[in-house]
């Protein structure tokens, strides 16, 4: 038996705001005068000057520009700001191009705007000034972000399936795959290969060789499929005492973009999300009205201010209350959380799908898990460290301690620490560097014969010596600080010697936890199931990061489906940095002074769910439904509703990437 329940849309961390820069690359748009004045070069009506001049009609082709831009303009990530397209001619000039333009559908018309643009450099529109088109005196590597992915089109390249290319690029999980910039490059000639030197790898959508507009549309619009808002619809079961037994999806859906993107569009952010939560109702059944709908964000709003914020937690609220959906929302059930709550839900998650804590937030007679979560800027633990018995019901204000830190992320940290030995160079040649060859900077955390660059030190360069414990001992030195901390008998000292309470049981990481050390069961032939200890871990750690670039690349590359090239050359880092992260920040390896070591399984799924902090949010909100005055009608309704309980997730992806859940209750 159940009562009313609630509704809850949050935001899941996994997908981040993400942007895309398209470069439409060697562009033939040469003008020539005729006798009707000034025109585009092209193929077809200017055969006898391509004669006289002894040039390949071939080239001439600026209606595949055309067509391009049209394919790349008319698309939802251009019309949210997702996306910053250029064009590089063949005059080697390059064309930032406005995302609010409308480009001309004629050739002939589009024609004469390219005109006027290469003569006068800038196309403004006529009403406010504002400039749609304009020619950039600069290189194109200057526009490109130096963090950013940067990928070539061409049949040649590596075949990719569009959607699952955009879903890893997307996924922040790991943040060695994802970035917040995505480059893409096409060709836009009739034959020929667009692979400049800027670009990292060149893909293939195809077997076969397709249009510039036609592989546009495959990969633009798999990035489309990857920043919208998906919908997931849960049944929690109830006891006669209104106690949550079981829950289970039973139905999901999805749309695009995410929210965050209407961030200078407000009018537009309630249709798609009108639409995907409309398009549930008909799965409620018993039929229900007011449903409470909760409304959940993390990292993705989070990267927007306030007013911004608010802005469209206001825009939403005010066309929901015009709506005639059957979910109940007040303004205060729309929010931004932070960290520590994200940490708790994802304990919630852990240890309701291990069955450490019954669906109703009551203890077993078994011990609890904590939960590690490593995304790109921070990290999350949370764990249980006040004692209760069997039964009891969790108090998440007084049992569970969890902490989220900022800035001690796997980017962020590669960030300190390449940024640690440049700015300590001289003293780290003199106590660590054996090499021969002074030149470059070394970097204890990197293969042998792989040399980098940090963007904060322009000319300088690092490179490798694969040294995991001196790699180690400067990474410890970064995450405990420069303050003072002693342990006591009820709190241990963690990052950046901050006091937290004393760990007890086991623990699951997830995120990049599970993507690294999927790799290096990968690499090391483990088994599927296998959870490496930390000692372990170091051993392999040492084995990988002293192998020369060279034999890593020939040995692992493409080994591995979530470790690009790119991806595997930080690899070494990643495992090093969870390693000390585990055995100096959290101290999981045990020691006369902490006792016995935490095992650490590294999950991605359990029990087929997703180990996602959303699941626990849902039973969370779940566990409490809103009641509802019973009055006229609606005593028949709720009597009906009594027989079950659905949880309706709405997950809004960011358009980099930003997914958001719903979760509803009847």
Same mark, same amino acid.
């Given at each position: 038996?159940?009562?009313?329940?609630?509704?809850?849309?949050?935001?899941?961390?996994?997908?981040?705001?993400?942007?895309?820069?398209?470069?439409?690359?060697?562009?033939?748009? !040469?003008? &020539? #005068? %005729?006798?009707?004045?000034?025109?585009? /070069?092209?193929?077809?009506? =200017? @055969? *006898?000057?391509?004669?006289?001049?002894?040039?390949?009609?071939?080239?001439?082709?600026?209606?595949?520009?055309?067509?391009?831009?049209?394919?790349?303009?008319?698309?939802?990530?251009?019309?949210?700001?997702?996306?910053?397209?250029?064009?590089?001619?063949?005059?080697?000039?390059?064309?930032?191009?406005?995302?609010?333009?409308?480009?001309?559908?004629?050739?002939?018309?589009?024609?004469?705007?390219?005109?006027?643009?290469?003569?006068? !450099?800038? &196309? #403004? %529109?006529?009403?406010?000034?504002?400039? /749609?088109?304009?020619?950039? =005196? @600069? *290189?194109?590597?200057?526009?490109?972000?130096?963090?950013?992915?940067?990928?070539?089109?061409?049949?040649?390249?590596?075949?990719?399936?569009?959607?699952?290319?955009?879903?890893?690029?997307?996924?922040?999980?790991?943040?060695?795959?994802?970035?917040?910039?995505?480059?893409?490059?096409?060709?836009?000639?009739?034959?020929?290969?667009?692979?400049?030197?800027?670009?990292?790898?060149?893909?293939?959508?195809?077997?076969?060789?397709?249009?510039?507009? &036609?592989?546009?549309?495959?990969?633009?619009?798999?990035?489309?499929?990857?920043?919208?808002?998906?919908?997931?619809?849960?049944?929690?079961?109830?006891?006669?005492?209104?106690?949550?037994?079981?829950?289970?999806?039973?139905?999901?859906?999805?749309?695009?973009?995410?929210?965050?993107?209407?961030?200078?569009?407000?009018?537009?952010?309630?249709?798609?999300?009108?639409?995907?939560?409309?398009?549930?109702?008909?799965?409620?059944?018993?039929?229900?009205?007011?449903?409470?709908?909760?409304?959940?964000?993390?990292?993705?709003?989070?990267?927007?201010?306030?007013?911004?914020?608010?802005?469209?937690?206001?825009?939403?609220?005010?066309?929901?209350?015009?709506?005639?959906?059957?979910?109940?929302?007040?303004?205060?059930?729309?929010?931004?959380?932070?960290?520590?709550?994200?940490?708790?839900?994802?304990?919630?998650?852990?240890?309701?799908?291990?069955?450490?804590?019954?669906?109703?937030?009551?203890?077993?007679?078994?011990?609890?898990?904590?939960?590690?979560?490593?995304?790109?800027?921070?990290?999350?633990?949370?764990?249980?460290?006040?004692?209760?018995?069997?039964?009891?019901?969790?108090?998440?204000?007084?049992?569970?301690?969890?902490?989220?830190?900022?800035?001690?992320?796997?980017?962020?940290?590669?960030?300190?620490?390449?940024?640690?030995?440049?700015?300590?160079?001289?003293?780290?040649?003199?106590?660590?560097?054996?090499?021969?060859?002074?030149?470059?900077?070394?970097?204890?955390?990197?293969?042998?014969?792989?040399?980098?660059?940090?963007?904060?030190?322009?000319?300088?360069?690092?490179?490798?010596?694969?040294?995991?414990?001196?790699?180690?001992?400067?990474?410890?030195?970064?995450?405990?600080?420069?303050?003072?901390?002693?342990?006591?008998?009820?709190?241990?000292?963690?990052?950046?010697?901050?006091?937290?309470?004393?760990?007890?049981?086991?623990?699951?990481?997830?995120?990049?936890?599970?993507?690294?050390?999927?790799?290096?069961?990968?690499?090391?032939?483990?088994?599927?199931?296998?959870?490496?200890?930390?000692?372990?871990?170091?051993?392999?750690?040492?084995?990988?990061?002293?192998?020369?670039?060279?034999?890593?690349?020939?040995?692992?590359?493409?080994?591995?489906?979530?470790?690009?090239?790119?991806?595997?050359?930080?690899?070494?880092?990643?495992?090093?940095?969870?390693?000390?992260?585990?055995?100096?920040?959290?101290?999981?390896?045990?020691?006369?002074?902490?006792?016995?070591?935490?095992?650490?399984?590294?999950?991605?799924?359990?029990?087929?769910?997703?180990?996602?902090?959303?699941?626990?949010?849902?039973?969370?909100?779940?566990?409490?439904?809103?009641?509802?005055?019973?009055?006229?009608?609606?005593?028949?309704?709720?009597?009906?509703?009594?027989?079950?309980?659905?949880?309706?997730?709405?997950?809004?992806?960011?358009?980099?990437?930003?997914?958001?859940?719903?979760?509803?209750?009847?």
């Amino acid at each position: 038996m159940s009562d009313r329940g609630n509704a809850v849309i949050v935001e899941s961390p996994r997908y981040k705001k993400m942007k895309l820069i398209c470069i439409l690359e060697g562009a033939c748009l !040469e003008t &020539v #005068k %005729t006798k009707k004045g000034f025109t585009l /070069l092209n193929s077809d009506d =200017h @055969q *006898s000057l391509h004669k006289k001049l002894n040039l390949d009609p071939v080239n001439s082709r600026p209606d595949i520009c055309h067509q391009s831009l049209l394919a790349l303009l008319d698309s939802p990530l251009n019309k949210a700001g997702q996306m910053q397209v250029y064009i590089h001619t063949t005059k080697n000039q390059l064309i930032e191009i406005n995302s609010n333009i409308r480009i001309p559908r004629t050739y002939k018309r589009f024609a004469g705007l390219m005109v006027q643009l290469l003569h006068k !450099e800038k &196309v #403004k %529109t006529t009403e406010n000034d504002a400039t /749609l088109m304009k020619v950039l =005196h @600069q *290189s194109v590597t200057s526009v490109i972000p130096v963090d950013s992915r940067r990928f070539a089109t061409s049949v040649t390249g590596r075949q990719v399936d569009p959607l699952e290319f955009a879903q890893v690029l997307s996924n922040v999980d790991d943040p060695a795959i994802h970035s917040d910039t995505i480059v893409l490059t096409f060709g836009c000639f009739a034959s020929g290969k667009a692979i400049p030197n800027y670009t990292e790898e060149t893909i293939s959508v195809s077997n076969y060789p397709l249009s510039t507009a &036609v592989t546009i549309s495959k990969l633009v619009n798999a990035f489309e499929h990857t920043t919208g808002s998906r919908f997931y619809l849960f049944k929690i079961s109830r006891n006669a005492e209104k106690e949550i037994t079981k829950m289970v999806e039973v139905y999901s859906d999805e749309c695009q973009p995410g929210i965050n993107s209407y961030k200078n569009d407000l009018d537009h952010v309630w249709a798609p999300l009108y639409k995907l939560i409309k398009g549930s109702e008909s799965r409620i059944s018993p039929p229900a009205r007011n449903i409470p709908l909760y409304i959940y964000a993390t990292a993705g709003m989070r990267v927007l201010s306030k007013s911004d914020q608010n802005a469209i937690y206001n825009a939403i609220f005010s066309h929901y209350l015009q709506s005639d959906l059957i979910f109940y929302m007040k303004r205060n059930m729309l929010q931004t959380i932070d960290g520590e709550m994200e940490a708790l839900y994802g304990w919630i998650t852990v240890n309701v799908l291990n069955n450490r804590i019954t669906p109703s937030l009551r203890y077993t007679a078994a011990e609890t898990i904590g939960s590690l979560d490593l995304g790109g800027e921070s990290t999350q633990i949370a764990y249980q460290h006040v004692s209760r018995s069997a039964g009891e019901p969790v108090d998440f204000a007084h049992d569970i301690f969890s902490k989220s830190f900022l800035s001690f992320g796997a980017k962020e940290a590669q960030f300190r620490y390449e940024n640690y030995i440049m700015s300590n160079r001289a003293v780290l040649r003199a106590a660590i560097d054996s090499r021969t060859n002074k030149l470059n900077v070394p970097n204890p955390c990197s293969h042998p014969g792989l040399v980098g660059a940090t963007p904060t030190y322009e000319g300088l360069y690092h490179e490798g010596t694969g040294n995991l414990e001196e790699c180690e001992a400067i990474l410890t030195r970064l995450l405990q600080g420069e303050s003072e901390c002693t342990d006591t008998a009820e709190h241990k000292c963690s990052l950046w010697s901050l006091p937290i309470p004393q760990i007890r049981g086991d623990f699951v990481a997830m995120s990049l936890y599970f993507y690294v050390i999927d790799f290096v069961k990968a690499a090391y032939l483990l088994e599927e199931a296998a959870h490496p200890s930390v000692e372990e871990l170091k051993s392999y750690g040492r084995s990988f990061c002293a192998m020369r670039w060279s034999e890593v690349k020939a040995t692992f590359g493409g080994k591995h489906r979530f470790t690009s090239e790119e991806v595997l050359k930080q690899r070494c880092f990643q495992i090093a940095y969870i390693v000390t992260l585990l055995e100096q920040g959290y101290r999981l390896n045990g020691s006369e002074v902490d006792g016995a070591p935490h095992a650490v399984a590294f999950l991605k799924t359990i029990n087929g769910e997703s180990v996602d902090w959303t699941y626990g949010a849902a039973l969370y909100k779940g566990r409490n439904p809103v009641p509802k005055p019973m009055r006229g009608v609606w005593v028949a309704v709720v009597a009906c509703v009594v027989l079950c309980f659905l949880c309706l997730f709405l997950l809004l992806r960011r358009q980099s990437g930003l997914r958001y859940r719903v979760v509803g209750t009847l």
